[in-house]
T-cell receptor
Framework: AQSVTQPDIHITVSEGASLELRCNYS??????LFWYVQSPGQGLQLLLK??????LVQGIKGFEAEFKRSQSSFNLRKPSVHWSDAAEYFC????????????FGPGTRLSVLP | KAGVTQTPRYLIKTRGQQVTLSCSPI?????VSWYQQTPGQGLQFLFE???????NKGNFPGRFSGRQFSNSRSEMNVSTLELGDSALYLC????????????FGPGTRLTVL
C-alpha cells in the first residue's frame, strides 16, 4: 500500500530565509506526487505536481520540488519565504491503480517569523 | 471557471442525527472524491465517484455513503452521527480518474455535539 511521511510536524523560519519541507513515500512504481497547501479554515490548493519527465518541477508562489527516486523523496523548496506562506503543507501520492484515492502525508505546519 | 463549491460550509448536529453534504465540481470534471480531515487522523479518503458510480472506497463504516448525479454533483451522507465524526469534509474534483490532479473545495465543517 502507498504511504507518505512528512518527518517535520512543525517548522519555523524567518521571513526571507530558505525553506525545505521533506516528503518520503512508499510505493512500488513511479507514483504521481503532489504538494498541496492549506491555509487555516480553507481547502487545499495545489502547489505543484510530478507525473513524469524532468524531476525538478516548478509550482506556483515560487515553490519547486525535486523527485528523487533513489531516496523515495519529493521535497518542497522555496528560496525566500514570505509571511503569507505560513500554512499547512501536505504531500500526497496517487497512481493509476488507485484512481483518485490520494494518500496524504500528515502535513507540516509552517510558521514564519517577521 | 468557478471552483469546487461545497454546501453548507458549517453544520452543527447532535449525536444520532444524520447529515447530507453537497459538492458541486468544476464544470467538466467527472470525478469527485471525498476526504475527512481531523487533527488526529489527518486527511483520509472516503470515496470516489465517477460517472455516477462509486469507484473506490476508503476504510470507513457503512454509515458514510454518497452518490453522484448525472451533472457530476455529489452528495455524501452520514447517518447516526457520532462525536468522532466531527471533522472538515473536503470534496475534490478532477477531469478524469487516474492520477490526475484534484481541485479541492473549501470544505464543510461538521460539529457533532
Amino acid at each position: 500500500a502507498q504511504s507518505v511521511t512528512q518527518p517535520d510536524i512543525h517548522i519555523t523560519v524567518s521571513e526571507g530565509a530558505s525553506l525545505e519541507l521533506r516528503c518520503n513515500y512508499s510505493y512500488g512504481a513511479t507514483p504521481y506526487l503532489f504538494w498541496y497547501v492549506q491555509s487555516p479554515g480553507q481547502g487545499l490548493q495545489l502547489l505543484l505536481k510530478y507525473f513524469s519527465g524532468d524531476t525538478l518541477v516548478q509550482g506556483i508562489k515560487g515553490f519547486e520540488a525535486e523527485f528523487k527516486r533513489s531516496q523515495s523523496s519529493f521535497n518542497l523548496r522555496k528560496p525566500s519565504v514570505h509571511w503569507s506562506d505560513a500554512a499547512e503543507y501536505f504531500c500526497a501520492v496517487g497512481d493509476d491503480n488507485y484512481g483518485q484515492n490520494f494518500v496524504f502525508g500528515p502535513g507540516t505546519r509552517l510558521s514564519v517569523l517577521p | 471557471k468557478a471552483g469546487v463549491t461545497q454546501t453548507p460550509r458549517y453544520l452543527i448536529k447532535t449525536r444520532g442525527q444524520q447529515v447530507t453534504l453537497s459538492c458541486s465540481p468544476i464544470s467538466g470534471h467527472r470525478s469527485v472524491s471525498w476526504y475527512q480531515q481531523t487533527p488526529g487522523q489527518g486527511l483520509q479518503f472516503l470515496f470516489e465517484y465517477f460517472s455516477e458510480t462509486q469507484r473506490n472506497k476508503g476504510n470507513f463504516p457503512g454509515r458514510f455513503s454518497g452518490r453522484q448525479f448525472s451533472n457530476s454533483r455529489s452528495e455524501m451522507n452520514v447517518s447516526t452521527l457520532e462525536l468522532g465524526d466531527s471533522a472538515l469534509y473536503l470534496c475534490a474534483s478532477s477531469i478524469k480518474r487516474e492520477g490526475n490532479e484534484q481541485f479541492f473545495g473549501p470544505g464543510t465543517r461538521l460539529t457533532v455535539l
